[in-house]
């Protein structure tokens, strides 16, 4: 009998959140063109965390706009999602209502408004590009 026979096909399905699908489009949109798709081993894994924290997250939350997704009907009743707006994550979760609530605590809006503008968007990629520079020369350095 063929095995093949077995195999289920599951496709990712709209405004589904639990599908895989959803993280896989964040992993190919954000994570892999940044880090691309080569094996990075357990030994490289505090200095990949380190680039996370220190360059990759803060330039994703405070410097890079991303489209805001609206959901209208069509005529015919069909809901479509339409982009009309962009701003970074940060922005957007500052115009949440009582936003403050949602933050950890030991994090303020004022310190994070001062993070953000700290660097303009071409100085913190810049320097996000240099980091990512640094960690691939030190990973393929440790690996050879």
């Known amino acids: 009998m063929n095995c093949l026979l077995w195999i ?3 496709k990712s399905r709209p405004r589904h ?3 895989n699908g959803l993280v896989e489009a964040k992993n190919g949109a954000v ?3 940044h880090i691309g798709w080569d094996h990075i081993g357990s ?3 505090e200095a990949g965390g380190r680039f996370h924290r220190q360059f990759l997250n803060p ?3 405070f410097h890079r706009p991303c489209a805001i997704g609206e959901i209208v009907s069509t005529a015919k009743g069909k809901r479509k999602r ?3 707006h962009w701003a970074t994550p940060w922005e957007t979760f500052r115009q949440l209502p009582a936003c403050e609530t949602f ?3 030991g994090l303020s809006i004022a310190g994070l408004d001062q993070q953000a503008a700290a660097q303009s968007d071409t100085e913190a990629a810049r320097d996000m590009q240099e980091a990512k520079r640094q960690l691939w020369t030190t990973i393929r350095r440790r690996s050879a």
Do not use: C, F
């Open 43 to 45: 030994q490289h894994a």
């Open 8 to 10: 289920e096909q599951t």
């Open 59 to 61: 330039y994703l939350n």
């Open 31 to 33: 994570i892999r063109k």
């Open 103 to 105: 933050l950890r605590p």
């Open 17 to 19: 959140s639990n599908d």
């Open 82 to 84: 339409v982009y009309r």
